[in-house]
């Protein structure tokens, strides 16, 4: 066994802890390292198995932590019981063993105190919680790079009764939708998917099931929120949400969806997944990111607003939101990536982009001001056109 100073702490936040603006990878403090090759190729997507599956003894301690182990075990996955929060292991002898070793672990914790400590997440929503960090899926932008240290080995966490509950001292606190003239109907938000994708986790946790059924049980003016790349829905057909609950689809234009966003559901998948929580009264939404300026961008960009437009055809009552983000990058973020994805061609040109700076000081890569107001017409254009019951909450 590797001596304790080779494992990894699973009591630590995978991310970085300072709250971020969403996608923007803004505020990344992580060493980056040579991980030339690591990228698997894309895959049909399906359910994600982890190989390996720990349980801290606190995890344990908690009634949905053991509800997690057991779902685990009845697909037939071995939990192995750790004895302390040091997880051995996952490093390996290179860095692209560490990389798949973590990638393919899943991780019962408990969540780290700064977890719970609500932080503002505009302009999404007004408070930002995690059920877990990590995700299975390999978007060769992900925004999760310039964010997350360390082995990324994605951590649920087993305390999801005392996370729910802390959401009340929240509650017609925030500044992005409670105090918003625009979005004052949907109450205070919370978003529940900043670190993770839920469906690529739920058929392992449950959490965001029962999350649905504790805001729709919650008595005010609340919603909880967040957005996927899966389709795998079926758990929340049928199931009471009192309208309390946005989901959101991360969708793209063919060329990026297809090459760019291994091991998750294609995109007609996803428009049908949308389709059946907005004919079960769901609120639901796009997150149309990260929007790129491709070659013919106004013609593929089209043809998914066209499939949106189908894929919501006569549903009754449809409630669709659409959040506009588009492409940027870091320093480190772009080394993380170019060492995971080495062939991708997904533009990080410096020298093409327009330097501008977040909100605790990092450096990030826009598009110039032309091309964003170019592009921002055309979209603010088209959905009203294509798809006119959609309304555009922002764009970044």
């Not at 051995?88 to 290179?94: A, S, Y």
């Not at 390999?138 to 649920?156: D, E, F, W």
């Not at 003239?181 to 978003?191: D, K, M, S, V």
Request: with cysteine.
């Amino acid at each position: 066994m590797r001596p304790d100073t080779e494992a990894v702490d699973v009591d630590e936040p995978l991310a970085v802890d300072v709250p971020p603006a969403p996608h923007d990878a803004s505020g990344e403090r992580v060493p980056t390292r040579d991980l030339a090759a690591l990228a698997p190729a894309a895959r049909p997507a399906r359910r994600w198995t982890p190989r390996r599956v720990v349980a801290t003894p606190a995890a344990l301690d908690h009634p949905h932590g053991r509800r997690i182990a057991a779902r685990v075990e009845a697909l037939g996955i071995e939990v192995e019981r750790l004895r302390t929060n040091r997880l051995t292991g996952v490093r390996g002898e290179t860095e692209r063993e560490t990389y798949a070793r973590a990638k393919a672990t899943l991780a019962i914790v408990v969540s780290p105190p700064s977890r719970r400590k609500l932080q503002p997440i505009a302009p999404s929503a007004d408070w930002r919680f995690d059920l877990a960090e990590g995700c299975p899926a390999h978007c060769q932008y992900c925004y999760l790079a310039g964010s997350l240290s360390g082995p990324p080995v994605t951590r649920v966490y087993a305390d999801l009764d005392g996370i729910l509950a802390g959401l009340a001292d929240y509650a017609g606190r925030g500044t992005v939708t409670s105090r918003s003239a625009e979005r004052a109907e949907e109450g205070t938000t919370f978003e529940a998917s900043c670190y993770t994708d839920p469906l690529a986790l739920e058929h392992l946790t449950g959490s965001w099931r029962r999350a649905v059924e504790h805001f729709a049980a919650w008595e005010a003016p609340v919603q909880l929120r967040w957005t996927t790349k899966y389709a795998d829905v079926d758990t929340f057909v049928g199931l009471p949400h009192a309208g309390r609950t946005r989901v959101r689809f991360s969708v793209n234009a063919a060329p990026v969806s297809t090459r760019m966003e291994g091991g998750t559901a294609t995109v007609p998948d996803r428009l049908a997944a949308l389709r059946r929580l907005a004919l079960d009264g769901y609120p639901v939404g796009l997150t149309i990111a990260p929007i790129m300026p491709l070659p013919d961008w106004p013609e593929h960009y089209g043809a998914l607003l066209d499939h949106v437009a189908t894929a919501v055809a006569g549903v009754p009552g449809l409630d669709l939101t659409a959040e506009l983000i588009t492409h940027r990058f870091t320093p480190g973020s772009k080394e993380v990536l170019l060492g995971w994805y080495p062939r991708t061609r997904l533009e990080m040109d410096e020298e093409s982009r327009r330097r501008k700076y977040g909100k605790f000081g990092a450096v990030k890569y826009v598009y110039p001001r032309e091309v964003m107001t170019e592009l921002r017409t055309w979209f603010e254009r088209e959905l009203a056109a294509r798809v006119p019951a959609c309304r555009i909450l922002y764009w970044t």
